[in-house]
């Protein structure tokens, strides 16, 4: 169910160019990068893939074969094992929830707290650097809550960070400032956000998370309950996290540093 990868384009936008069906025989894809590539259903032969770096948002939800083992399911522990409380990210229970969101909001903490100054506007390549980060999951929390849970008609702050992709997709971006806010305008209105998914779980119950709700991205197919859109909001949140401590893992070993752990 999480929508969006590490920079924030949604997953089923994707440009496909027609390879469907291909078969490449002795090409070197050495160093190449690909994003927002249709890769179901790839076959690999007797091909080096030392160093080969996957990462994709849909992974828990499908299969990855590698010598003839799905390891989804030991990706999953070891992320789980990383991170402690994302096992309840799928949780089907209001006290799961709560537990679980209680855990990621105290990862978070951790992470801006630990992060100087000078680095929240930091990045590795196209990816998000921490302040954008944060801007992204207020707009997450407002599409999933403000908008899914609460149907509310324009649910979105005007310091939220869109998707990659969001304006050719037709989606309307006026309300969004152009400006780059402070980092303090930024910690100020996610911590609102933060403060309104606590509100929202204590208040949770059975009955509740059953409930349906429309797709607050207008996706046709798939009529969320109020239950799958905390789990969104969580799975955002757990992803995000773990994009961003790999990130800063990567920026503070190029200047030398030792206070921030990818790991932890």
């Known amino acids: 169910m999480t929508p969006h990868d590490q920079t924030g384009a949604m997953t089923t936008d994707r440009d496909e160019l027609g390879f469907e069906g291909a078969s490449?025989?002795?090409?070197?894809?050495?160093?190449?990068t690909m994003r927002r590539c249709d890769l179901s259903g790839v076959t690999m032969r007797s091909v080096d893939v030392n160093g080969l770096d996957i990462d994709g948002p849909d992974?828990?939800?499908?299969?990855?074969?590698?010598?003839?083992?799905?390891?989804?399911?030991?990706?999953?522990?070891?992320l789980n094992e990383q991170f402690p409380g994302r096992e309840l990210q799928t949780s089907q229970t209001p006290e799961g929830l709560r537990d679980g969101w209680v855990a990621v909001q105290a990862a978070w903490a951790t992470?801006?707290?630990?992060?100087?100054?000078?680095?929240?506007?930091?990045?590795?390549?196209?990816?998000?650097?921490?302040?954008?980060t944060l801007r992204h999951l207020v707009l997450a929390t407002d599409a999933w809550l403000g908008g899914g849970i609460m149907a509310i008609e324009q649910p979105f702050h005007?310091?939220?960070?869109?998707?990659?992709?969001a304006a050719e997709m037709g989606f309307d971006l006026s309300v969004f400032?152009?400006?780059?806010?402070?980092?303090?305008?930024?910690?100020e209105v996610r911590a609102g956000r933060q403060q309104m998914v606590t509100d929202a779980l204590a208040g949770a119950t059975p009955d509740l998370l059953a409930e349906e709700?429309?797709?607050?991205?207008?996706?046709?197919?798939?009529r969320p309950t109020v239950g799958d859109c905390l789990r969104v909001i969580l799975e955002e949140e757990w992803a995000h996290l773990r994009y961003i401590r790999r990130d800063l893992g990567l920026l503070s070993a190029e200047r030398g540093d030792e206070g921030i752990d990818s790991t932890t």
């Open 24 to 32: 490449f025989t002795k090409t070197s894809f050495k160093g190449a």
């Open 59 to 78: 992974l828990p939800f499908g299969s990855l074969i590698v010598c003839g083992i799905d390891v989804v399911p030991l990706v999953e522990a070891a």
């Open 111 to 132: 992470t801006v707290a630990d992060t100087p100054p000078e680095m929240v506007d930091a990045h590795v390549d196209d990816e998000w650097s921490l302040a954008q």
């Open 158 to 165: 005007e310091i939220g960070l869109i998707f990659t992709g």
């Open 177 to 187: 400032r152009t400006d780059i806010p402070t980092f303090d305008e930024i910690l």
């Open 213 to 222: 709700r429309d797709n607050p991205w207008g996706v046709e197919g798939w």
